[in-house]
């Protein structure tokens, strides 16, 4: 079939549903939903048999969807209405939640029902849930709807009056009051919920030494306690804020006030505000953890969890240096397995941007993810495996084909090109890399192309080596099961 694309943006969840539907056969269009004239216009181009919105933030026109069948991707269970439902979700602490595919009628989200998937909650941040639960179901939720489609069976039969009536319906849009945090009565896991709920976008708007600043990537301070709403201690880049019953690590803040007004470290947006304060060393059990390292039988595990996927000058050149101390114990195997979310996005940009010289601060992040690249390529010691839990672009990629092995996630998504950079030619040594792994004419078509490529493609490429495991734990142990293997084969040397 014929089936556009309606979306906000070009994010994650887009991005997979273009790569399975792609894969299936279906010939794609994208259109971002700038207004009604531009998605009228590119629904009467495209002739679609099929409108699929995976992401919107407003109505599909009326004149879309009174003559092309519209399926809306909605974040929330059966019955469930609204603009917010994920953020609902996180605040209300539900432990189940679910997403649903329905078509687009007048009355927003009460449209037929055409598929549903349901999931278990994580402790975890909107956009993690949303880049692995939501996105997981999603899918199996789009296909399902799909086939009942095609085949002609219709959606859903209705849901009963009782069900309805439990689950409540309407949800406005969850507000800044909402989600604000009282620093003298609320604990760690509510103030840590209000962040989770609102991080990437829009985070919580708060006050912080007089300041107003969004929060962002919150995560438990053990050890500290203090006056709460007091900052006790800064790492890294960031500062642990006090709560009724411990402290939180702040790792980014926004200042909508300020000539750069996206997310940066904590304490850089706070810098000459904080005062006299500790600083406890970062990737240690009670500082604002990025790297960490474990080891079982005979292979060593370096997990490094850098915001967004961005590794900066100084992740680059710390991530090395936990590289180089793993290479100095008495391992076969080396497995670099990023974090859930992402494995790698190549260079911090907002870094670069809010640096007093971007053009120098460039430099320093592309040598230093450079010789990070190299240090993995040269190591002649152990057999090196990347281990791809969640999605990576832009030199995370190639950062990760540094290694002897490349495992990608089922589900990972990869945007391996630089076309809209100016190619970057011979970052992350790709070409070096890239020709030897999936050869000339390969790496000519990867580098050629400007959309995202799933597993299955990364592998028929020969950009990356296998790919198992649907969610992330069965990744995980399945992971850890081929690199022990690998540590204990007869043929290591």
Known sequence: ?????????????????????????????????????????????????????????????????????????????????????????ILEDRTSWGITVLQAEAEMDAGPVWACADFAMRCATKSSLY??????????????????????????????????????GWRGLCRQSDRAIDWQRDGNPTVLRKIAGADGTPGVRDILLGREVYLHDAHPAPGLAGAPGSILATSGPAVAVATIDGAIWIGRLRDPASTH???LPA?????????????????????????????SNGVGYLHFRFYNGAMGTDACARLRAAYARALERPTKVIVLLGAPDFWSNGMDLNAIEAAES????????????????????????????????????????????????????TGVILSPH????????????????????????????????????????????????????????????????????????????
């Open 358 to 409: 971007p053009a120098d601060e460039s430099w320093r992040n592309i040598n230093a993810i450079d010789d990070l690249a190299e240090a993995i390529i040269r190591t002649d010691s152990h057999l090196t495996v990347a281990a791809l839990q969640g999605n990576a672009g832009a030199g995370g990629v190639f950062l990760a084909r540094a290694a002897d092995e490349m495992w990608l996630r």
């Open 131 to 168: 880049r692995n639960e939501v996105t997981e179901a999603a899918t199996r939720a789009v296909l399902e709807a799909l086939q009942r489609f095609e085949s002609g069976a219709g959606p859903l039969p209705e849901a009963g009056t009782d069900e309805v009536a439990h689950i409540g």
């Open 261 to 263: 007004p996206f997310k």
């Open 267 to 295: 304490t850089v947006v706070l810098k000459g505000a904080i005062g006299s304060v500790p600083e406890i060393e970062r990737d240690t059990d009670y500082g604002y953890r990025e790297i960490t390292y474990e080891e």
């Open 1 to 89: 079939m014929r089936i556009l694309l309606l979306a906000h943006s070009f994010n994650s969840l887009t991005q997979r549903m273009f790569v399975e539907l792609t894969a299936r056969g279906h010939e794609l269009s994208v259109e971002l939903d700038i207004n009604d004239a531009v998605t009228c216009e590119a629904v009467a181009l495209f002739e679609p048999h099929l409108v699929i919105a995976p992401f919107l933030k407003r109505a599909i026109p009326e004149a879309v969807w009174r003559s092309h069948p519209c399926l809306i991707v909605h974040p929330g269970i059966r019955g469930d209405r609204g603009p917010s439902a994920l953020d609902w979700a």
């Open 418 to 493: 630089y076309k809209d950079m100016g190619n970057l030619y011979g970052s992350e040594l790709w070409t070096y890399l890239l020709p030897r792994h999936a050869g000339a004419e390969n790496a000519q078509r990867i580098m050629a192309a400007r959309l995202p490529m799933g597993s299955s493609e990364a592998v028929a490429l020969g950009l990356a080596d296998a790919r198992f495991g649907a969610y992330p734990a069965e990744f995980l142990a399945a992971v850890r099961g081929r690199a022990e293997a690998l540590a204990a084969a007869p043929d290591w040397a």
